[in-house]
């Protein structure tokens, strides 16, 4: 510690939650978020017409009948969890050293409160953390693209530096295997699914150098600096690495992408499918992860562990687990505080 030098600003970032569960504090939600131009990537009028006139309306009352499951005295688990990580890596760090703050992309608290509050206190230098483990436009892209249209205000802006993605990072494998163990050395299961949240597939191909991705089993199952930002290639390497680290055997490790919105081709193979053919190859017992996750969800407690887990038993499975999140749990806690001292 140097008395005489300013801490750096620490800023994690999430994407955010509505408000409420009233269908218009969702509506709202929807509207800011897939408005964002790097969510859905189509020309600005087409979009307009797309979240206003049909995804808001319609989506928003279904949505929020799927939030009310979730929601709790403490609001939404991804705003609560986030808040836990938050104190919990405050309390790890040293406060001469450091300044935490947290936001979401969309709704609250916002992104230009935390950035505010840090310029504030006079930082000399922001680590943001975007906790999307894979690189996506959609997610970690677009938190660069709202905290540089923030600090390109600010008269003095300090030096600010991004954390990119961190699925290499070994403590966050080891993280996920901390939260897993209690499931794989209960009991061996008939399959493990990895499902990691969709994007279109124009995505991937954008983010690909030369051409490269060809969107194949075999492009996206090598990791190589012509797909080094490629989603759903860091997807993959996601699985193996924990795979790996858990002892799992290959063939039953199957990875695959939920949550496709709208009737352009997403990633594939789409999770419904596998958990179909999984069902239908004799498969009773599931154990499923959901590693583009940091704090469970909507998309990992109801999409997983409630909507998949209904496909799989009407299919003719038996037993269908989900290993929850990071959350807010010391291994994971550990890894922020590892990004924060290599980026300092
Ligand atoms: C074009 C639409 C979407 C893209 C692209 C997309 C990418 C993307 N999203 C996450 C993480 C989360 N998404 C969540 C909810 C959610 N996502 C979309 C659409 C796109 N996401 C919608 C419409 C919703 C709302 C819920 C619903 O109506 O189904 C959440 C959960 C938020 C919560 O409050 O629980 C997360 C987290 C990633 C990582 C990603 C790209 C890789
Ligand atoms: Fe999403
Ligand atoms: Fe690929």
Redesign the pocket.
């Known amino acids: 510690m140097n008395k005489n030098k300013a801490k750096i600003g620490v800023l994690l970032v ?5 408000d409420s569960t009233a269908t218009g504090d ?1 509506r709202k ?2 509207r800011e ?2 408005m964002d131009p ?4 189509i020309n600005p009028i087409g979009r307009w017409f797309l979240v206003n006139l049909i ?1 808001a309306p319609f ?2 009352p ?2 929020a009948h ?2 009310r499951k ?1 929601w709790t005295d403490r609001g ?4 609560y969890h986030t808040q836990d990580v938050k104190a919990k890596l405050e309390a790890k760090l040293h406060s001469e050293d450091y300044h935490v703050e947290f936001a979401m992309r969309y709704q609250s608290p916002s992104i230009e409160a935390g950035l505010n509050r840090l310029n504030k206190a006079n930082v000399r230098k922001i680590i943001v953390v975007s906790l ?1 483990p ?1 690189y ?1 436009s ?2 970690n892209g677009s938190v660069v693209d709202k905290v540089m249209e923030i600090a390109r205000t600010w008269q003095v802006i300090p030096n600010i530096t991004f954390v990119n993605n961190f699925v290499e990072h070994p403590k966050f494998v080891e993280a996920w295997e901390s939260v897993s163990r209690p499931y794989t050395d209960k009991q061996e299961f008939d399959q493990y699914i990895f499902s ?5 597939e124009r ?1 991937i191909k954008k983010a690909s150098c030369d051409g490269y991705c060809q969107l194949s089993e075999k492009c996206c199952a090598t990791y190589t600096k012509k797909n080094q930002f490629c ?1 759903r290639a860091q997807c993959f390497l996601t699985t193996r690495l924990i795979a790996n680290r858990l002892g799992l055997p290959e063939e039953k490790v199957k990875t695959c992408f939920q ?1 496709r ?2 009737n352009d081709p997403w990633i594939q193979p789409y999770t419904e499918d596998v958990i179909k053919e999984s069902a239908a190859a004799g498969n009773k017992k599931v154990l499923a992860f959901s590693p ?2 940091v ?7 109801v ?1 997983v562990g409630e909507e998949y887990k209904e496909i799989f038993m009407e299919a003719g499975g038996e037993h269908w687990e989900l290993v929850p999140s990071l959350n807010s749990t010391d291994k994971w806690v550990e890894c922020l505080e590892d990004l924060v001292f290599q980026n300092s």
């Open positions: 999430n994407l955010g939650t509505p969702v939600y929807l978020f897939l790097r969510v859905i990537d995804i989506r928003a279904k949505s799927e939030y979730v939404s688990p991804l705003l999307f894979q996506a959609a997610t990691y949240h969709g994007l279109p995505q989603y949550s919105l709208g583009a996750f704090a469970d969800c909507l998309e990992t407690t999409e």
